[in-house]
């Protein structure tokens, strides 16, 4: 699962997946406090940046519908709480800072919808900061 790469990729080169992206993560030894996270083609869909996994999405195109949710590869997660990493930070379109500590992805429900098997955080779980101020998600609000 894991793959070891010694070429540093570029802090921009990083882009969305589907979800929280998929299984692979491997540790850049150029810079060994820096993890990038790969999906199952080897494009990079995430890094870890101070203890959070963190990637930039589309709600449009990454948040789930039904439910209202994001997903994570479970694998991902995995290799978070392996790292003693802090959680999951999503950038979206909009600017708006999406993070959910490891602690709530605990008893987080499975899915597979053709990007492997991924847990699903219910929006409501997130805080979401925007250019109002962090703030959560009341239980029935829908981020747009």
């Given at each position: 699962m894991q793959q070891l790469t010694t070429k540093a990729?570029?802090?921009n080169?990083?882009?969305a997946g589907r979800g929280c992206g998929q299984s692979k993560a491997s540790s850049n030894t150029a810079h060994s406090h820096?993890?990038?996270f790969r999906?199952?083609?080897?494009?990079?869909?995430?890094h870890l940046v101070d203890g959070w996994l963190t990637k930039r999405v589309d709600t449009r195109l990454h948040q789930l519908r039904v439910p209202p949710a994001w997903a994570c590869d479970v694998a991902h997660i995995e290799q978070l709480r392996q790292l003693g990493a802090r959680g999951?930070?999503?950038i979206?379109?909009?600017g708006r800072i999406w993070t959910a500590p490891l602690a709530r992805w605990r008893g987080a429900q499975t899915?597979?919808?053709k990007h492997g098997e991924q847990y699903v955080l219910m929006l409501?779980?997130?805080d979401v900061e925007d250019s109002m101020g962090p703030r959560q998600l009341k239980l029935f609000e829908v981020a747009r």
């Open positions: 990729a570029p802090s080169a990083w882009h820096s993890i990038t999906n199952h083609l080897g494009q990079v869909v995430g999951v930070k999503l979206d379109e909009r899915i597979d919808r409501s779980k997130w």
